[in-house]
């Protein structure tokens, strides 16, 4: 009696195990978009060496000359991370065949 009640309650037992998605129908209700978001980044810049003007003499085929020099500040830029990149999801259409 045995041999044929266990694998009778096998059988009677196998559609509620049966995969839910099999038996759920469901519907879809909105549709998003993954987009990436770059990361943002503030900038400070930090004086290196300060503008100057100067007088140069050089010679030059002509003979010498002073020559009036302006040298532009010289700055370095330094970068702080203020947001990482990340992943945002965005209302989107929703596509045939998803």
């Known amino acids: 009696m045995k041999k ?5 309650l096998a059988l009677a037992m196998a ?3 049966a995969t839910p998605a099999a038996a759920w129908k469901g519907h879809v209700v909105e549709c ?9 980044y503030r900038t400070t ?3 290196v060496k300060a503008a100057e003007t100067k007088l140069e003499y050089r010679n030059g085929t002509a003979g010498e000359q002073i020559y009036r020099m302006h040298y532009p500040a010289v700055y370095e830029e330094k970068k ?7 992943y945002v999801m965005r209302p989107a259409p929703c596509r045939k065949g998803s």
Do not use: M, N, S, T
């Not at 978009?33 to 943002?40: F, L």
């Open 4 to 8: 044929i009640a266990l694998p009778a």
């Open 45 to 47: 810049k930090h004086l």
């Open 15 to 17: 559609p509620f195990f």
């Open 80 to 86: 702080h991370l203020v947001r990482p990149g990340h």
């Open 32 to 40: 998003f978009d993954q987009i990436y978001v770059a990361p943002e």
